[in-house]
């Protein structure tokens, strides 16, 4: 790495990318290197730092990023030779980001100097939740941040171009189709009125501002599936219909609201 101040953009929905995220930028900063944490749904795309190394965090959803994060992507301006690198988390195997990323990033001009992937428990509706193997998992995959994050800084990281064939299962994965299914799954949640204190926390964790708690149907269309709202929800009082599983929280509510 060459840059001297990095801008880590992270996006969390249970908190597994952020604490992958909190971790690297640990490293990074007992190394000496400024860090910036930065949330991705606050910052503008187009205003990144050119002088500044980029790192890029997020989950795996339905192996690849969510359009959420490609949307972000899509808007980075050009920037020649700006370094940038990416790590993503995961409970078992994406295939639709790791080389398509590259490609898209590669278009613009960046220096990809660095991706890995980070397995972490499993936040999609899991239905009975192990604790003594999240927390082995968890510790493994701090181990492992630590561990890239040292790989970065001394050049031994790579970002290596992954098989033709995700760029075509990334396009698949993208399809309006299946986004369109997620939306409405995220649209069907519904919320237990008698449990309900109106605290507004779910409005506020919402990164696409799709509930309204007032409205008689609180929750639109453009869900992205991040799963904040369901597990975060103080009262439990979010469920998915037809569903049954455990709330699962890899960070306390105040930090995913103030991090
Ligand atoms: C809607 C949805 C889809 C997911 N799809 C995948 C997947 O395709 N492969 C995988 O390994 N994990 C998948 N996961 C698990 C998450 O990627 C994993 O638990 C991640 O660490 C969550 O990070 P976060 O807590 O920062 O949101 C999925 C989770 C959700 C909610």
């Known amino acids: 790495m060459n840059g001297s101040v990095i801008d880590f953009y992270y996006f969390t929905g249970t908190g597994n990318t952020l604490r992958v995220a909190m971790k690297m930028a640990e490293t990074f900063r007992k190394a000496g290197v400024e860090t910036n944490l930065l949330r991705l749904e606050k910052s503008e795309a187009v205003s990144i730092n050119p002088d500044h190394v980029i790192g890029l965090a997020f989950p795996i959803t339905v192996q690849t990023a969510s359009p959420f994060i490609w949307k972000f992507v899509h808007a980075l301006p050009a920037a020649p030779g700006t370094e940038i690198f990416m790590v993503d988390t995961m409970m078992a195997f994406s295939g639709a980001v790791v080389g398509p990323l590259r490609r898209v990033l590669r278009a613009k001009s960046y220096s990809t100097i660095a991706a890995r992937e980070i397995i972490m428990p499993n936040n999609w509706y899991p239905r009975k939740i192990n604790r003594r193997w999240n927390n082995a998992v968890i510790a493994r995959g701090m181990r492992k941040a630590e561990k ?56 506020k964790l919402c990164p696409v501002e799709n509930i309204n708690i007032d409205n008689e149907k609180p929750f639109d269309d453009r ?27 890899a960070v306390d509510l105040k930090e995913i609201i103030h991090s």
Not at 179 to 184: L, P, V
Not at 223 to 244: V, Y
């Open 148 to 203: 890239y994050a040292g790989d970065i800084l001394s050049g031994e990281a790579c970002w290596r171009r992954v098989p033709v064939l995700s760029d075509g299962f990334c396009k698949l994965m993208l399809m309006d189709s299946i986004w369109k299914g997620r939306a409405e799954v995220g649209a069907s949640f519904r919320v237990d009125l008698e449990k309900c204190n109106k605290c507004l926390i779910c409005e």
């Open 223 to 249: 869900c992205i599936q991040c799963m904040r709202c369901i597990m975060f929800c103080p009262a439990t009082a979010i469920s998915r219909p037809g569903k049954e599983f455990e709330r699962y929280r």
